[in-house]
């Protein structure tokens, strides 16, 4: 650190328990009192300097005072400044360094020490220094800066313009690319560098370039400053053009440093001090005004850290103000978040629920509304995302899977009411899932822990679901799961057959065109061996077999597939024939399904028995139990929680 070395003289001063002397070998004509401090001084060295002093003494010499005590309480710095001054007045050797400048420029300013009072007085010395040796140092700039923040200085180095100073030469500094000229590598205790940005070794260039500084460089040193210095240092730096990237990592970074409950891992930044953690209250004030700073942008800082910032708000007790813009920055990128993220704790006094649902749902609404004011995500066909596999993963896309996986997390609270579960799920529209087996094993995790739901209610929470949306593994859980309503599962089956249908259709249409293609493949053999390609026609010859090979043995396997669901329905109607009484033949299970689903189908899909369901309660009676004969310990696909 800098400093100017003042005075000649040796150092006469003494302190005795709450008192300051000055051996000088004359006795003491004034006494000044300065907090809880006493200075035993002499008259002619202090207004000799000082406009105050000189006016102070002479009102006590009118008043007839021989003591001469005067009380200077209100002196910015204190008693430890006042030392300083006196020393300075005395000619006796000390320093000035970017610690104690402030102090000293705001002293000498109170005292009227002006060059009226005496040649190369305080003002002029501590002005020379800031302007000189401060201000062109980037440490040294932000130790004064630091020294602003005493409540008992800081109106009077506003009033000096030092904040303001000291503030625009930091982010000027800041502002500059540190590997242009090295100059914050110096104030970092680094190599000296020539102006060409090389380093120099006692003066003489070495050649050899330093290295590179990243943007965040200077994020812990600002950090030490209080938070109205820091967010006014902050500003000006917005101010001269820094990234809004690089100002909200310093938010972060001072942000985490000042917020200890912030990660749940309680992982502090790597090099940052532990230091110990304000009141609640001054957290609670930190996390709002930072709430403020922040830009109201998409990714300018991680969502792990807003839903860090979100978790404090809740403990808390943040306005209501900083929580819904909180909300709304996480339901901006929504798609960034992890289940882990949305697990949050319900802090509110009801704890009515473990987590709190109706944060996660506002967050969900706000993502889905700027979704759509942006033109949302166009729907994906159902028979390219079975096609493809995978669904796409488009931002709505996975907002809605990590909806689902959130609901198969929250179903098991018991507390957890049906009208807030079907709120959270309704939230996410139709398009937004390719497939529903996520809602589904949310659903059934549900209906699992809550067994004493209404069949009405059972029912309404299932239509949340598309059965036609279900893979072929959810559906063949469903039909067998007895928590889902007998409505639901008629549906199930229904539409596992007609995909089954589907597909055999398309395996079918496939083959044939793989057979024209592969006849119009011969016939042009004998051109391409004219062209000197017949090496090439006989593996692409071979690889078409194998495809053939392999889409004939698909199309077997789902033709088996086909009859055994067909015997297992006639089984089903078979049964419920032998025990409908004295009614006649019994209708056919699988032409009333289909006429009460309103689609008909060719004779050829399934046997159909002459006559109808006379009464659905009965039927349905006689399903339960018949299907109750089943397997009931098939593949498990994992969908209950």
Same mark, same amino acid.
């Given at each position: 650190m800098a400093c100017m070395k003042l005075g000649s003289k040796a150092d006469a001063f003494q302190k005795q328990g709450q008192a300051w002397f000055c051996t000088?070998?004359?006795?003491?004509?004034?006494?000044?009192?300065?907090?809880?401090?006493?200075?035993?001084?002499?008259?002619?060295?202090?207004?000799?300097?000082?406009?105050?002093?000189?006016?102070?003494?002479?009102?006590?010499?009118?008043?007839?005072?021989?003591?001469?005590?005067?009380?200077l309480n209100d002196i910015p710095g204190g008693d430890k400044t006042f030392e300083l001054v006196a020393k300075f007045c005395y000619g006796v050797k000390h320093e000035i360094t970017a610690s104690n400048v402030v102090h000293l420029r705001c002293a000498a300013e109170y005292l009227e020490m002006t060059e009226e009072y005496g040649e190369d007085n305080l003002i002029s010395q501590t002005e020379i220094f800031v302007n000189q040796v401060v201000l062109k140092n980037w440490k040294d700039s932000l130790k004064a800066l630091q020294t602003c923040g005493d409540e008992n200085i800081l109106p009077h180095a506003e009033e000096l313009n030092i904040v303001r100073r000291c503030i625009e030469s930091l982010a000027v500094k800041a502002s500059t690319d540190p590997n242009l000229f090295g100059w914050p590598v110096i104030d970092h205790g680094g190599p000296m560098q020539s102006p060409g940005g090389s380093v120099l070794w006692n003066g003489i260039s070495t050649g050899a370039r330093p290295k590179n500084v990243s943007s965040d460089w200077w994020y812990d040193d600002v950090s030490s400053l209080t938070l109205p210095l820091y967010k006014r240092l902050t500003l000006a730096m917005e101010a001269r053009g820094i990234k809004q990237e690089i100002i909200a990592g310093s938010l972060e970074y001072y942000t985490k440093?000042?917020?200890?409950?912030?990660?749940?891992?309680?992982?502090?930044?790597?090099?940052?001090?532990?230091?110990?953690?304000?009141?609640?209250?001054?957290?609670?004030?930190?996390?709002?005004?930072?709430?403020?700073?922040?830009?109201?942008?998409?990714?300018?800082?991680?969502?792990?850290?807003?839903? %860090? &910032?979100? /978790?404090?708000?809740? $403990?808390?007790?943040? =306005?209501?103000?900083? *929580?819904?813009?909180?909300?709304?920055?996480?339901?901006?990128?929504?798609?960034?978040?992890?289940?882990?993220?949305?697990?949050?704790?319900?802090?509110?006094?009801?704890?009515?629920?473990?987590?709190?649902?109706?944060?996660?749902?506002?967050?969900?609404?706000?993502?889905?509304?700027?979704?759509?004011?942006?033109?949302?995500?166009?729907?994906?066909?159902?028979?390219?995302?079975?096609?493809?596999?995978?669904?796409?993963?488009?931002?709505?896309?996975?907002v809605a899977k990590l909806v689902d996986g959130y609901l198969a997390e929250v179903a098991p609270d018991v507390n957890l009411k049906l009208p807030k579960f079907m709120?959270?799920?309704?939230?996410?529209?139709?398009?937004?899932?390719?497939?529903?087996? %996520? &809602?589904? /094993?949310?659903?059934? $995790?549900?209906?699992? =822990?809550?067994?004493? *739901?209404?069949?009405?209610?059972?029912?309404?929470?299932?239509?949340?679901?598309?059965?036609?949306?279900?893979?072929?593994?959810?559906?063949?859980?469903?039909?067998?799961?007895?928590?889902?309503?007998?409505?639901?599962?008629?549906?199930?089956l229904f539409f596992e057959q007609l995909q089954l249908r589907t597909s055999i259709a398309g395996c079918f249409l496939v083959s044939d065109n793989l057979a024209d293609g592969s006849r119009q493949f011969r016939s042009g053999l004998g051109a391409a061996s004219q062209e000197?390609?017949?090496?090439?026609?006989?593996?692409?010859?071979?690889?078409?077999?194998?495809?053939?090979?392999?889409?004939?043995?698909?199309?077997?396997?789902?033709?088996?597939?086909?009859?055994?669901?067909?015997?297992?329905?006639?089984?089903?109607?078979?049964?419920?024939?032998? =025990?409908?009484?004295?009614?006649?033949?019994?209708?056919?299970?699988?032409?009333?399904?289909?006429?009460?689903?309103?689609?008909?189908?060719?004779?050829?899909?399934?046997?159909?028995?002459?006559?109808?369901?006379?009464?659905?309660?009965?039927?349905?009676?006689?399903?339960?139990?018949?299907?109750?004969?089943?397997?009931?310990?098939?593949?498990?696909?994992?969908?209950?929680g």
């Open positions: 000088t070998g004359l006795p003491s004509d004034i006494v000044v009192e300065v907090d809880d401090m006493s200075f035993h001084l002499h008259k002619f060295p202090l207004l000799s300097r000082s406009g105050v002093m000189e006016r102070l003494i002479a009102d006590a010499s009118e008043k007839g005072d021989t003591n001469c005590t005067i009380s440093k000042y917020l200890p409950g912030l990660s749940r891992r309680k992982s502090a930044p790597v090099g940052m001090v532990a230091i110990e953690p304000p009141s609640e209250e001054d957290q609670k004030i930190l996390l709002e005004e930072v709430d403020r700073l922040l830009p109201m942008q998409k990714g300018i800082v991680s969502t792990k850290f807003l839903f %860090g &910032l979100l /978790r404090t708000a809740l $403990i808390l007790r943040a =306005s209501q103000s900083c *929580l819904l813009n909180l909300e709304k920055r996480i339901g901006m990128q929504l798609d960034q978040a992890t289940l882990e993220d949305l697990l949050m704790p319900n802090f509110s006094y009801s704890m009515e629920t473990l987590y709190n649902i109706e944060c996660v749902q506002r967050m969900v609404e706000h993502f889905m509304a700027i979704d759509q004011a942006t033109g949302g995500a166009s729907p994906c066909s159902i028979e390219d995302e079975r096609l493809l596999g995978s669904p796409s993963l488009t931002p709505v896309t996975m709120s959270l799920a309704e939230a996410v529209p139709e398009y937004a899932r390719p497939l529903d087996d %996520g &809602l589904y /094993r949310a659903i059934d $995790i549900y209906l699992k =822990s809550h067994p004493w *739901l209404a069949d009405a209610d059972r029912e309404q929470l299932c239509r949340l679901m598309d059965c036609q949306k279900l893979s072929l593994e959810a559906c063949t859980h469903a039909a067998q799961n007895e928590r889902l309503p007998l409505r639901i599962i008629v549906q199930v000197g390609g017949w090496n090439t026609a006989v593996r692409e010859n071979q690889v078409l077999k194998v495809g053939m090979d392999s889409m004939r043995l698909r199309v077997s396997e789902l033709e088996k597939e086909c009859s055994n669901m067909k015997q297992e329905i006639e089984k089903l109607g078979r049964a419920k024939g032998g =025990s409908g009484g004295g009614g006649g033949g019994g209708g056919s299970t699988w032409g009333n399904m289909s006429k009460k689903f309103g689609f008909k189908f060719k004779s050829q899909m399934c046997t159909a028995q002459e006559g109808s369901v006379s009464k659905q309660n009965n039927a349905s009676g006689k399903l339960e139990k018949s299907r109750g004969k089943q397997q009931k310990h098939k593949k498990d696909l994992s969908w209950e």
